[in-house]
């Protein structure tokens, strides 16, 4: 009985105590709820908003949260306590997580809830402003009146106008929304016919201050109109696409101006049309042009070239005309055949890189510049696939291409092909010949040449044949004497790459338009003479020291020098590509056109092609520094590995190709070529005997030595003279020539 007094107490104890501890721990949560409480009604829940960058930067994962984000539990089973977050409380039942999350607003029904993150914005470039919003900017409260809707009722046209300064602008479209924009566009273009702010400002009816400075740097006028026309430093700029909300101009085409009546004080000449918008960005001359002219069918013509040099030809008819276009794929030559039908109908360039534009030629341009590049790149390739079994031959096998074209009118499917080539490398000096016997450079632009040489020839025998005959010739007589280019003729030349030289070096990749033209163009290594490496590729910059090479210098092993392609272009750029030979028969001939294939960068190129020696003076009579049209077709693929040691060319007339070797300057058998010197002075001789004395711009009797001969073209002489007197002005290098023995040969054994 005693032990179980005893066990009772010991029981009652332990519930006495146990019921004390409830009765603190209870105490405890109550003066932490009165704590919590005061702290609450001191500091009230803050709620902020935060930017998107610190929501990611506060936010973390469920497990950075366990793993390093400090955590201040209450107690197990207190879930009345508030978490304190940077002295941001957050009623969500828990403890604290520093950086845990934004805070929390207060649901319905006593439960937190997130507040909806704000949807990031598409990064990228604001769009443009189309002309129905610019030309509010200019003239705002513009009202625009329905004319009239016509059509059937699943493809109507609507008619708009709107009347700026008197002037009543239309335009038509499938949709009112069309036919505003159109209208809109009118009246803008109608602003930017004026060369001056003046006047365009009398176009607009507003009036200016008479001592207005338009060379200060603070205006003193509205700047608004200004703001959509800003255009390129070139004082020729094509017409871009303008950006109308749907980039579509009327689907009837008519792209002119208005014929309202403009006031007199205001009438002049027709000025070149401006680009009034910018272009359209991440559209391409197809989607563009079917917007313009919806439901076109695009069909394949051809296939052509190697296998790792593919090239497509694509066509299409808009408007009764029939374009065609050419590329590495059937895209690009769709994108081609679009672009040739926006450029002639349309008026439209939208190609935006300064280095892509085409410089067009200051002499007679009868073909648009990129219908001519992809015509004469489709030829060449075309004809050099026909040359070699259809690019099986195994001297298909090359790394640059080049072909001469000649057009004889406006229509490029007259033209035709008068050379082709291929090559990249030069003689080795001990293989040099005395007689005439070898070719010195066998690089692809330089055999084309010769080869036209070669032409030239066969037409001046042509035309001394009969005069029946001397219809189908290229040639006419002079009323200066000699012989002339008919006026229709056209010779243009297609490198498959830029020339090797000033050309290239400068110009190792395609352009790409956020790059600049030419980053450094006052660099001292620009347009510096350059010379080829002796049986290889590449070149370097000429020494100043040497202008002459000696015969036994370079047989003793002195490294035999060529000059460059592009500074040898150059050169035919001043004297012409007849020769000194020719040039006693003809007058000058140069080439209208020089088309790239890839690697075309617009100010490289006229740099080395004219612009360098634009200090040229005291040229003779009929001889000017060329400048023909440069332009870029982007159709040649980029020739992966070794380039071989052999050369082709082929003439008109030729019913098979030669293959020459480049390191010797003859073929495999050890014969001469068909184009080295002793060849074509046989042919000049030829000519010689049958043109009569009366009709030789310069006199020569009995012609004996190569040299000599070469010599009596004095016109030709001091033009060159006067070519190399320029490099030297400009301070890019003296002119290196090849030993004279070289041409010390006749032709009697």
Not at 420 to 444: F, P, Q, W
Not at 609 to 620: F, G, K, T, V, W
């Amino acid at each position: 009985m005693a032990s179980l007094v005893s066990g009772t107490l010991t029981m009652g104890t332990i519930f006495s105590i146990t019921g004390r501890r409830y009765k603190r721990r209870r105490k405890k949560r109550s003066e932490r709820k009165d704590r919590n409480s005061l702290r609450q009604s001191r500091n009230p829940p803050k709620y902020f908003a935060m930017d998107l960058e610190e929501e990611e930067n506060l936010s973390c994962s469920s497990t950075e949260a366990k793993d390093s984000c400090s955590v201040d539990h209450g107690p197990p089973g207190d879930g009345g306590a508030l978490g304190l977050v940077d002295n941001y409380l957050l009623p969500n039942g828990g403890g604290g997580i520093v950086g845990r999350k934004r805070p929390l607003d207060e649901g319905s029904n006593g439960h937190a809830k997130f507040r909806l993150k704000k949807r990031r914005r598409a990064p990228g470039p604001a769009l443009p402003k189309n002309a129905l919003m610019q030309l509010n900017e200019i003239k705002p409260g513009l009202q625009y009146t329905l004319l009239s809707q016509t059509g059937p009722v699943h493809a109507p046209l609507f008619v708009m106008s709107v009347e700026v300064n008197g002037q009543v602008f239309e335009g038509s479209g499938p949709t009112k929304k069309k036919a505003k924009l159109h209208a809109a566009e009118k009246a803008l273009r109608s602003f930017v016919q004026f060369p001056n702010a003046s006047e365009a400002h009398l176009a607009m009816g507003r009036s200016l201050s008479a001592n207005t400075d338009f060379t200060s740097d603070q205006a003193d006028f509205p700047d608004t109109l200004f703001n959509g026309f800003e255009t390129p430093d070139r004082s020729e700029v094509p017409f871009y696409m303008g950006s109308n909300g749907d980039d579509s101009f009327s689907s009837s085409g008519d792209l002119s101006l208005s014929a309202s009546p403009v006031p007199a004080s205001l009438v002049q000449p027709p000025l070149p049309i401006l680009p009034p918008f910018p272009p359209p960005s991440g559209k391409n001359p197809v989607m563009i042009l079917n917007e313009l002219r919806p439901g076109l069918k695009y069909d394949f013509l051809s296939e052509s070239g190697e296998s790792h040099a593919k090239n497509f030809v694509m066509s299409v008819v808009v408007d009764g005309q029939f374009f065609e276009g050419s590329g590495r794929n059937k895209k690009l030559a769709k994108a081609r055949a679009a672009q040739s039908a926006l450029a002639t109908i349309f008026h439209l360039h939208l190609d935006q890189t300064p280095s892509r534009q085409p410089i067009l030629s200051e002499g007679l341009q009868l073909h648009l510049p990129q219908v001519l590049a992809d015509a004469v790149a489709r030829l060449v390739l075309d004809k050099f696939g026909d040359l070699t079994d259809n690019f099986s031959s195994p001297h298909a096998r090359r790394k640059v291409l080049a072909g001469i074209v000649m057009t004889t009118g406006t229509d490029v499917k007259d033209a035709k092909v008068i050379s082709v080539s291929t090559g990249t490398k030069c003689i080795n000096g001990e293989y040099m010949s005395d007689r005439g016997l070898a070719l010195n450079d066998c690089h692809a632009e330089i055999i084309s040449r010769r080869s036209l040489l070669r032409f030239l020839y066969t037409q001046l025998e042509l035309y001394l044949n009969s005069k029946d005959d001397q219809k189908k010739s290229i040639f006419q007589k002079s009323e200066r004497g000699g012989f002339k280019l008919k006026d229709s003729v056209q010779f243009h030349l297609y490198i498959s790459t830029s020339p090797c030289g000033d050309a290239r070096i400068f110009s190792p990749h395609e352009p790409i338009l956020e790059e600049p033209a030419d980053r450094h163009p006052n660099r001292k290594a620009r347009g510096q003479l350059r010379t080829k490496i002796e049986s290889g590729e590449g070149t370097i910059p000429v020494r100043s020291n040497v202008s002459i090479q000696t015969w036994d210098g370079v047989l003793q092993g002195e490294r035999l020098l060529t000059m460059s392609c592009s500074d040898k272009m150059a050169r035919w750029n001043v004297v012409g590509i007849q020769g000194s030979l020719l040039s006693i028969f003809v007058e000058p001939i140069y080439f209208s056109s020089i088309i790239l294939g890839s690697l075309y960068h617009g100010d490289h190129l006229s740099r080395a092609m004219y612009q360098r020696i634009s200090n040229i003076e005291d040229l003779p009579p009929l001889y000017t520094l060329n400048k023909p049209l440069l332009s870029g077709n982007n159709a040649e693929a980029r020739q992966p590995g070794k380039a071989p040691n052999f050369s082709v060319n082929w003439t008109v007339g030729d019913s098979t190709i030669e293959v020459i070797n480049a390191t010797t300057g003859k073929d495999e058998l050890g014969r001469a070529s068909r184009l080295c010197k002793h060849a074509l002075y046989c042919r000049w001789m030829r000519v010689h005997g049958k043109v009569p004395s009366n009709l030789m711009r310069s006199k020569i009797t009995k012609p004996k030595m190569y040299h000599e001969s070469k010599l009596v073209a004095r016109e030709y002489q001091v033009a060159k003279a006067c070519l190399f007197r320029a490099f030297i002005k400009a301070g890019l290098g003296a002119w290196v020539e090849k030993p004279t023995e070289q041409d010390q040969f006749s032709l009697t054994p």
